[in-house]
């Protein structure tokens, strides 16, 4: 059965159309163009902006493209756009990595879902197509399978590139009702019982506050750089895979932040154990769901699981402002599920030239892929 998520994609990607609606009875025809510069895809933005209103996640929107191109600026951006009769009906923000020759999507290091922005679905499939004709491996990672764009993908590589499917993590999310008022009724007893003793060792080491703040540009970097900050008190930041610790990360936050915070769309909710921040999230309002794009506590706190009493908050909040769901990102772990079952799958695609000379290269990407978790591993282990 189709999840509510996939079925407002459906009907939200194929019940619009762009100004100047193609004629049915023409095929439209489309024209391709590669973007590979933050400034020239600056440029464009009041063009890109356009497609924002038939985007049904953050990952689509113009402002994380371009928030994607001036962060991640070892990548060279090749983002392929469509026009049709003058307008841009579709693009695909990919980047290819210093020293490789695969392309990936722009902003690959932040672990999102692989997306494409169109304006419906003839252009989703001919942008499908158009980005076969570029000359180099291509790697979608994490591609919903609610998202039609993955079949359209696989189905334009039929005959002409050799095309790997490979299963990935599922990412949570939940469908919210009235109900959600209380999270707390959402558990079993025992998890009811363990919230409560949590509640009572936090009690005990200070007053218990919450802050839910809708981002502003005047309040907007002060508050993230809270969040970067006790988002690095646990073992993100010993692993030094915390945002504070990986500046190109920070600063797609920093700039994203800002950008939807000038939308109106961007909220931080923090837990605060006296006068000391000990758990915070980072979200946007997007598409009638709330977006948990990033989430940290202080390890000192653990004893009182500041992250899972900040989550009811998160919850209760997300539903008193009339929220239809609550995309948890991340994939599937102990502490959502807790929460919820529900869980879009998802996939990858790796895409090589047909024949011998895709093999080849298919062949030798799995050897690099082999030894970099072969060195990641013992990094691990010393």
Same mark, same amino acid.
């Given at each position: 059965m189709a999840t509510q998520f996939a079925m407002d994609v459906q009907q939200e990607q194929t019940g619009k159309e762009i100004t100047g609606q193609r004629q049915a009875a023409a095929p439209p025809t489309f024209q391709a163009q590669v973007i590979s510069s933050a400034a020239e895809l600056s440029s464009l933005a009041a063009e890109l902006e356009k497609l924002d209103v038939f985007a049904t996640c953050p990952m689509q929107s113009y402002r994380w493209t371009q928030a994607c191109s001036q962060s991640f600026t070892e990548d060279t951006p090749c983002i392929l756009l469509l026009r049709c009769e003058g307008e841009v009906v579709a693009y695909a923000a990919l980047a290819q990595p210093a020293g490789?020759?695969? +392309? +990936?999507?722009?902003?690959?290091? =932040?672990?999102?879902?692989?997306?494409?922005? /169109?304006?419906?679905?003839? !252009?989703?499939?001919?942008?499908? $197509?158009? @980005?076969? #004709? =570029?000359?180099?491996? @291509?790697? =979608?990672?994490?591609? /919903?399978? $609610?998202? $039609? @764009?993955? #079949?359209?993908?696989?189905? !334009?590589? =039929?005959?002409?590139? @050799?095309?790997i499917e490979r299963p990935m993590p599922a990412h949570p999310w939940l469908e919210l009702d009235q109900s959600w008022l209380e999270p707390e009724q959402q558990l079993n007893s025992g998890r009811r019982s363990d919230l409560r003793r949590a509640r009572k060792q936090a009690v005990k080491q200070g007053a218990i506050s919450y802050l839910i703040e809708r981002l502003t540009p005047a309040n907007v970097d002060a508050h993230m750089e809270e969040v970067f900050e006790v988002e690095s008190r646990n073992w993100k930041g010993r692993a030094g895979s915390a945002m504070s610790k990986t500046p190109a990360i920070q600063q797609f936050y920093r700039t994203y932040a800002r950008m939807a915070a000038e939308q109106g769309i961007a909220r931080v909710l923090m837990m605060r154990i006296g006068e000391t921040t000990v758990a915070v999230q980072f979200g946007v309002e997007f598409n009638h769901r709330f977006w948990l794009l990033k989430m940290g506590y202080d390890e000192t706190f653990s004893r009182c699981s500041p992250g899972i009493l900040l989550m009811v908050e998160s919850l209760r909040y997300a539903t008193e402002c009339g929220l239809k769901i609550y995309e948890m990102m991340g994939v599937q772990e102990s502490w959502n599920q807790i929460w919820t079952e529900s869980a879009h799958e998802a996939f990858s695609l790796r895409i090589y030239a047909p024949g011998v000379r895709g093999l080849m290269a298919a062949g030798s990407e799995m050897v690099r892929i082999g030894l970099r978790k072969a060195a990641q591993k013992q990094r691990r282990e010393k």
């Amino acid at each position: 059965m189709a999840t509510q998520f996939a079925m407002d994609v459906q009907q939200e990607q194929t019940g619009k159309e762009i100004t100047g609606q193609r004629q049915a009875a023409a095929p439209p025809t489309f024209q391709a163009q590669v973007i590979s510069s933050a400034a020239e895809l600056s440029s464009l933005a009041a063009e890109l902006e356009k497609l924002d209103v038939f985007a049904t996640c953050p990952m689509q929107s113009y402002r994380w493209t371009q928030a994607c191109s001036q962060s991640f600026t070892e990548d060279t951006p090749c983002i392929l756009l469509l026009r049709c009769e003058g307008e841009v009906v579709a693009y695909a923000a990919l980047a290819q990595p210093a020293g490789e020759k695969r +392309l +990936l999507s722009l902003g690959h290091q =932040l672990f999102e879902p692989t997306v494409f922005a /169109y304006a419906d679905q003839s !252009a989703g499939a001919a942008l499908s $197509s158009a @980005i076969l #004709e =570029l000359s180099r491996p @291509i790697f =979608l990672r994490d591609v /919903y399978v $609610s998202f $039609s @764009i993955g #079949e359209a993908v696989k189905t !334009a590589c =039929l005959g002409k590139r @050799i095309c790997i499917e490979r299963p990935m993590p599922a990412h949570p999310w939940l469908e919210l009702d009235q109900s959600w008022l209380e999270p707390e009724q959402q558990l079993n007893s025992g998890r009811r019982s363990d919230l409560r003793r949590a509640r009572k060792q936090a009690v005990k080491q200070g007053a218990i506050s919450y802050l839910i703040e809708r981002l502003t540009p005047a309040n907007v970097d002060a508050h993230m750089e809270e969040v970067f900050e006790v988002e690095s008190r646990n073992w993100k930041g010993r692993a030094g895979s915390a945002m504070s610790k990986t500046p190109a990360i920070q600063q797609f936050y920093r700039t994203y932040a800002r950008m939807a915070a000038e939308q109106g769309i961007a909220r931080v909710l923090m837990m605060r154990i006296g006068e000391t921040t000990v758990a915070v999230q980072f979200g946007v309002e997007f598409n009638h769901r709330f977006w948990l794009l990033k989430m940290g506590y202080d390890e000192t706190f653990s004893r009182c699981s500041p992250g899972i009493l900040l989550m009811v908050e998160s919850l209760r909040y997300a539903t008193e402002c009339g929220l239809k769901i609550y995309e948890m990102m991340g994939v599937q772990e102990s502490w959502n599920q807790i929460w919820t079952e529900s869980a879009h799958e998802a996939f990858s695609l790796r895409i090589y030239a047909p024949g011998v000379r895709g093999l080849m290269a298919a062949g030798s990407e799995m050897v690099r892929i082999g030894l970099r978790k072969a060195a990641q591993k013992q990094r691990r282990e010393k």
